[in-house]
């Protein structure tokens, strides 16, 4: 698939060409401790037919070093099987994939304390994941497979994590020079951080990430792991997600929870919004891609569909490669016994 045509044009890298993808979540990452036969029947060589067939391009694979490594930092053989039988099968399905290290044992994004970033022991560990996994990888073609160095830095400091993203850039360029880096933006590769991101000078097969998931209220709604997953009014979209007279229903308790939430969102605040991370990879010039978006099944349907055109329409009206969050589950594609939302594909894949 081409890209479309917009009014940001981006230097691609050389023979990585991607537009519509899928996240592959919860299955080498995030897993809950499913391993073995669940784990590889969680996802098929049909899935993977699926998707393409469908008419996405790529898939963005997270995978956790607890999923890959035990606590003695050995291979974990099953998982490392499940990685490259994957890969083949986007090889046969003609589907490229991005290898993204989600959450280390010293860096989750979801988590308090990050050792990654006071802890030199904790760095090295990166780099030696990073090592062993272009080992594994670095016989699949620069064309098919990327790499994602970290999801979501959270460092107390942009140049905390600046610092390290450029020792993994000159690692991975040691090991393979040719092939293509994703890095994103301090603190959740928020399109608001994008200003203090630094890429190392010359580099040119690096693509720029972001996420993007606002308005939160709406897109998360009561979803476990939110401060506001016991707020159960109404949400919207387009308009404000709550309406001021409905927050003024909740009890403080809630209230206080849910700050913001009366901000009107529609298709001109998501495009000033991205305008940030745009504006910055044409300053750059490098390619800009959105590595998650997506919306929990738990809103209004005809909301949740209208959200998703109208990102869809932002993304690709401005010449940036996305990928869904997610392919399984309240936010998939494909809901947990496997059954496609094909109004939803259509929206996201038909030109």
Same mark, same amino acid.
């Given at each position: 698939?081409?890209?479309?045509?917009?009014?940001?044009?981006?230097?691609?890298?050389?023979?990585?060409?991607?537009?519509?993808?899928?996240?592959?979540?919860?299955?080498?990452?995030?897993?809950? +401790?499913?391993?073995?036969?669940?784990?590889?029947?969680?996802?098929?060589?049909?899935?993977?037919?699926?998707? @393409?067939?469908?008419?996405?391009?790529?898939?963005?694979?997270?995978?956790?070093?607890?999923?890959?490594?035990?606590?003695?930092?050995?291979?974990?053989? *099953?998982?490392?099987?499940?990685?490259?039988?994957?890969?083949?099968?986007?090889?046969?399905?003609?589907?490229?994939?991005?290898?993204?290290?989600?959450?280390?044992?010293?860096?989750?994004?979801?988590?308090?304390?990050?050792?990654?970033?006071?802890?030199?022991?904790?760095?090295?560990?990166?780099?030696?994941?990073?090592?062993?996994?272009?080992?594994?990888?670095?016989?699949?073609?620069?064309?098919?497979?990327?790499?994602?160095?970290?999801?979501?830095?959270?460092? *107390?400091? @942009?140049?905390?994590?600046?610092?390290?993203? @450029?020792?993994?850039?000159?690692?991975?360029?040691?090991?393979?020079?040719?092939?293509?880096?994703?890095? +994103?933006?301090?603190?959740?590769?928020?399109?608001?951080?994008?200003?203090?991101?630094?890429?190392?000078? +010359?580099?040119?097969?690096?693509?720029?990430?972001?996420?993007?998931?606002?308005?939160?209220?709406?897109?998360?709604y009561q979803a476990s792991g939110t401060r506001h997953k016991d707020y159960s009014g109404p949400v919207h979209y387009p308009g404000p997600t709550i309406t001021p007279n409905e927050?003024?229903?909740?009890? @403080?308790?809630?209230?206080?929870?849910?700050?913001?939430?009366?901000?009107?969102?529609?298709?001109?605040?998501?495009?000033?919004?991205?305008?940030?991370?745009?504006?910055?990879?044409?300053?750059?010039?490098?390619?800009?891609?959105?590595?998650?978006?997506?919306?929990?099944?738990?809103?209004?349907?005809?909301?949740?569909?209208?959200?998703?055109?109208?990102?869809?329409?932002?993304?690709?009206?401005?010449?940036?490669?996305?990928?869904?969050?997610?392919?399984?589950?309240?936010?998939?594609?494909?809901?947990?016994?496997?059954?496609?939302?094909?109004?939803?594909?259509?929206?996201?894949?038909?030109?």
């Amino acid at each position: 698939m081409a890209f479309i045509t917009g009014k940001a044009q981006q230097q691609k890298p050389e023979g990585f060409n991607i537009q519509r993808g899928v996240n592959l979540s919860h299955w080498l990452s995030q897993t809950g +401790g499913r391993r073995g036969i669940s784990q590889s029947e969680y996802f098929t060589e049909k899935d993977m037919a699926f998707i @393409a067939e469908s008419g996405f391009d790529h898939i963005r694979i997270p995978v956790d070093e607890s999923e890959l490594w035990d606590y003695k930092d050995e291979k974990y053989k *099953d998982a490392f099987t499940l990685l490259h039988k994957t890969l083949e099968w986007c090889k046969q399905y003609h589907l490229r994939a991005i290898v993204d290290l989600h959450i280390l044992r010293s860096h989750d994004f979801n988590a308090k304390d990050q050792a990654l970033w006071d802890q030199d022991a904790a760095q090295e560990r990166f780099l030696q994941i990073w090592r062993e996994l272009s080992a594994e990888l670095k016989k699949y073609p620069v064309s098919q497979v990327a790499y994602e160095l970290l999801n979501e830095p959270v460092a *107390d400091s @942009a140049q905390q994590w600046n610092d390290l993203l @450029a020792k993994g850039i000159q690692l991975i360029r040691q090991l393979e020079p040719n092939r293509v880096i994703i890095a +994103g933006s301090n603190q959740f590769e928020s399109y608001s951080t994008f200003p203090q991101l630094k890429i190392p000078a +010359g580099e040119k097969r690096t693509i720029l990430s972001f996420h993007y998931s606002n308005p939160f209220y709406f897109t998360h709604y009561q979803a476990s792991g939110t401060r506001h997953k016991d707020y159960s009014g109404p949400v919207h979209y387009p308009g404000p997600t709550i309406t001021p007279n409905e927050l003024n229903e909740q009890p @403080a308790t809630i209230r206080n929870l849910l700050a913001g939430s009366t901000q009107e969102y529609n298709e001109d605040v998501i495009q000033e919004q991205m305008d940030v991370p745009l504006k910055f990879a044409k300053k750059q010039k490098l390619t800009l891609y959105c590595g998650e978006w997506g919306c929990i099944n738990t809103v209004s349907r005809r909301d949740r569909l209208r959200w998703y055109k109208d990102m869809r329409k932002v993304l690709e009206k401005n010449n940036i490669a996305w990928a869904i969050w997610d392919y399984k589950g309240a936010f998939g594609i494909v809901d947990d016994n496997g059954d496609p939302d094909k109004k939803l594909i259509k929206i996201l894949t038909k030109d």
